[in-house]
């Protein structure tokens, strides 16, 4: 799900007012929907909205206020869990890892890392992990282990094999969100900087979402729904009993 900048400058007062807050209260309930769905997804960043009202001046010279929203993600760092797996990785503090994606660089926090066929160190989805700019191979010949130091060193057959890249960014909040946990550089977010966190392996880092959190969201989204429909009952009704006057004047 990727962040997102709202604007809903509708000139009619009533009805519209009322239908602009559903529509935020719409957009709110995506955002705490998908929260929920990631509750349980290693590396997941909470998602939150903050609404705004902005004061605009109309065609006709007029002024009023108008609704909107903004998107960001919340990049406090989740509960690390010890894992069984010794290609498993978590970071201690800020920072992404490179991944190599499809088109080009991705980053993320989701170190839940396994080994492809090539003995290189790969994502879920099949991204390889990067380690000094290029994919890490971890192949074991003599069966003396892989092991990961605290500073990222990958360790092979008792020799120094490559070092995880992890990096951060100036303004991580302009970061492209896109699917699968995974981020995109732009350049409001600044040039990646390698960054210096405690690296653990054997452990993942579990989602910052905040379950109960996000049902109390709902609950209190549906109660604003509920205004919002009282809303327009009263606006319609307001309609009609003015037609009806109207209608009876002479």
């Not at 007012?17 to 349980?40: Q, S």
């Not at 040039?191 to 452990?203: A, L």
Request: one cysteine or more; proline letters at 4%; a negative charge.
């Amino acid at each position: 799900m990727k962040l997102y900048t709202g604007l809903h400058p509708y000139t009619r007062l009533g009805a519209m007012e009322a239908l602009e807050g559903a529509k935020i209260l719409e957009t709110k309930l995506d955002v705490t929907t998908n929260n929920l769905a990631n509750a349980n997804t290693v590396g997941f960043k909470t998602i939150h909205t903050t609404f705004h009202e902005y004061l605009l001046n109309l065609q006709d010279g007029n002024r009023r206020a108008a609704k909107g929203e903004q998107g960001w993600a919340d990049f406090s760092q989740g509960s690390l869990q010890k894992s069984d797996s010794p290609f498993d990785c978590a970071i201690d503090g800020a920072g992404f890892f490179v991944v190599q994606g499809p088109n080009g660089p991705l980053y993320t926090r989701a170190g839940n890392f396994t080994l492809n066929d090539k003995y290189e160190l790969v994502t879920q989805e099949g991204y390889r992990v990067l380690g000094d700019g290029a994919p890490i191979v971890l192949e074991d010949t003599t069966g003396k282990g892989t092991w990961l130091s605290e500073d990222g060193h990958f360790f092979v057959d008792e020799t120094i094999s490559s070092k995880i890249d992890i990096v951060t960014f100036k303004n991580p909040q302009a970061l492209k969100r896109l699917g699968k946990n995974y981020f995109q550089a732009t350049k409001g977010a600044g040039t990646p900087t390698p960054g210096e966190p405690v690296v653990k392996q054997g452990y993942i880092e579990n989602s910052n979402v905040n379950p109960i959190l996000e049902m109390v969201n709902l609950i209190d989204l549906n109660r604003g729904y509920e205004v919002q429909q009282k809303t327009l009952q009263t606006v319609d009704q307001l309609n009609d009993k003015a037609a009806n006057n109207i209608g009876r004047v002479g």
